[in-house]
């Protein structure tokens, strides 16, 4: 049996998504104090609301459990890179727990391994 979760819009992406376009818009059309101000606000928050977008949109795996192991993915910009797979005989543990914090929480995975190797790419 394989388990696989891919990175798409959740609540608190599409919370994140309107909070940033919001400042975004805001410091371009509403605020005054300047250019240096508007462009920081600008690079900050459009560029918070690209890089949210584009991993909601990515579709790509968040985490795969299979006969293999437990593949974890990356970030939308380093995907290949940080993506990691753990391998069933390199575990020892894996604990499930739920954030709560603010409006969106969350479940989280942890990976207790046995060997202190980096996993996989």
């Known amino acids: 049996m394989i388990y696989e979760e891919r990175f798409g819009f959740t609540a608190k992406s599409v919370l994140l998504l309107v909070g940033t376009a919001v ?8 605020s005054d104090r300047g250019a ?14 690209v890089l949210i977008l584009i991993n909601s949109l990515s579709r790509k795996v968040a985490i795969r459990v299979d006969e293999r192991g437990i593949t974890l993915g990356g970030p939308p910009l380093k995907y290949e890179a940080q993506t990691h797979r753990v ?21 989280n995975i942890g990976i207790l391994r046995i060997s202190a190797t980096p996993p996989q790419t």
Not at 23 to 30: E, I, K, M, W
Not at 36 to 49: M, P, Y
């Open 23 to 30: 400042l975004t818009l805001s410091a371009v059309f509403v």
């Open 36 to 49: 240096v101000f508007t462009i920081s606000c600008v690079a900050l928050f459009g560029g918070g609301f």
């Open 87 to 107: 391998e069933w005989n390199d575990v020892a543990v894996v604990s499930l727990w739920r954030e709560r914090t603010g409006i969106a929480g969350g479940v």
